[in-house]
């Protein structure tokens, strides 16, 4: 099994609503990623949980919360969103961020719009 | 510090010929170097990666990429293009200590 899975793949909120977009992986890796990708833009790293842990946050605002609940699992709180949040939210895993520098498998995305 | 450049936004190649897409690379230690393709509404799919050894990099879908140390590049190529093979192309670079950094992309178009 060598599949990042995300759902939901579509998501349309409001900019008061609260919603989740959930990532799953079954191959074993002990590093997942939360990327932000906006149209024709490459993907901009959010959040990186290494051995569950989060390792990074880069810079990115609070309406944002990560969660890791085990090594297969990883969420993406959404309260209070903004319109330019919208955007195509990719998560990806690899074998292990910090010991093995190897390639990211990635999700095929939750396509979310803020209205 | 690491980063990557592409320096075309846009690549258009007839089907059956050749196709070259460009990278190069800034990185303080050994350099990690990655090609992804993104079809639309998709995420990005993994082709190649260059981390030791061999210059010449052997992918998927019968892609390939020549690592070149002295000019920093690490360009993707097919000796035969596809219609199929229209898709947003990224290079990525990372070493030990730091996460992937990707390029801003080239846009591949592929013509009957």
């Known amino acids: 099994d060598t599949e990042v899975t995300q759902t939901p793949k579509h998501l349309v909120m409001g900019m008061t609503n609260k919603k989740s977009l959930k990532c799953e992986q079954h191959?074993?890796?002990?590093?997942m990623y939360w990327y932000k990708q906006k149209a024709k833009k490459p993907p901009e790293l959010m959040f990186v949980?290494?051995?569950?842990?989060?390792?990074i946050n880069e810079s990115v605002p609070s309406r944002f919360s990560p969660e890791c609940p085990n090594s297969s699992l990883l969420n993406l709180h959404l309260h209070a969103l903004q319109p330019e949040d919208s955007a195509l939210y990719l998560c990806a895993s690899s074998q292990d961020r910090d010991r093995v520098v190897g390639e990211l498998f990635f999700g095929e995305g939750s396509r979310l719009t803020v209205l | 510090a690491q980063s990557v450049a592409q320096p075309e936004d846009q690549v258009n190649v007839a089907e059956g010929n050749p196709l070259t897409v460009k990278c190069t690379y800034s990185?303080?230690?050994?350099?990690?170097l990655f090609w992804y393709v993104q079809y639309p509404n998709r995420g990005l799919q993994f082709l190649l990666k260059?981390?030791?050894?061999?210059?010449l990099v052997k992918g998927s879908y019968g892609f390939e990429a020549e690592f070149n140390k002295s000019q920093t590049s690490f360009h993707l190529k097919k000796p035969s293009a596809l219609v199929s093979d229209s898709a947003l192309y990224f290079c990525?670079?990372?070493?030990?200590?730091?996460?992937?950094?990707f390029g801003a992309g080239t846009r591949l178009t592929v013509k009957p």
């Open positions: 990525a670079v990372r070493d030990m200590g730091n996460d992937m950094r």
């Open positions: 990185v303080s230690g050994n350099p990690y």
């Open positions: 260059y981390i030791t050894g061999d210059n």
């Open positions: 191959m074993g890796h002990r590093a």
């Open positions: 949980y290494s051995y569950e842990k989060l390792s």
